[in-house]
């Protein structure tokens, strides 16, 4: 984060907390306009300045809490992702993990006990039936893609993935 922001996440945090806005949407208007950052990272900053107590870590820990069998399918994804470049930016959140370039091209979500739902933002991209329309992720994401083995994350779910990377220009 230092490197896209100029700032550490602390540091974002504590010249967040000097000020008192009503709304995220004002938080984010805020970095974006006052510190020049980036929609995504702002929106990211101001998400995780929300979330005082809890590491990223302890953010990925409590979302698999009682899905633990899932935590080798988002690690196998975190590995597909991380490798297409070190503009790689991986963000945990409260229920999600948002995995960023410029902007968030994917989305990792323990959806149940028995399945991740793996968010995509490919625009233009035929709906397919392994490749659905975004469900519950609205309009975060395009596509979805229900994962339930990490022998799932083959090479057509590789693709997709590096297509999105690409677009998140």
């Not at 230092?2 to 504590?14: C, I, M, Q, V, Y």
């Amino acid at each position: 984060m230092p490197a896209k922001t100029g700032r550490s996440l602390d540091e974002w945090k504590k010249l967040l907390d000097l000020k008192s806005f009503a709304k995220h949407s004002e938080a984010v208007a805020f970095l974006k306009s006052e510190h020049g950052v980036t929609h995504g990272f702002a929106n990211t900053i101001v998400t995780l300045s929300k979330e005082k107590n809890e590491s990223p870590d302890d953010l990925v820990l409590t979302q698999y809490q009682g899905k633990e069998n899932l935590i080798p399918i988002y690690k196998s994804l975190l590995e597909v992702v991380t490798g297409f470049g070190p503009d790689v930016i991986v963000t945990p959140k409260k229920g999600t993990v948002s995995i960023i370039r410029k902007r968030q091209f994917a989305l990792i979500k323990p959806a149940t006990k028995t399945r991740i739902d793996l968010g995509l933002k490919i625009a233009g991209k035929e709906i397919g039936q392994r490749l659905e329309n975004s469900g519950p992720f609205g309009s975060m994401c395009t596509h979805r893609v229900q994962i339930t083995s990490a022998d799932q994350i083959d090479d057509e779910l590789k693709v997709w993935l590096l297509e999105a990377y690409e677009k998140s220009t």
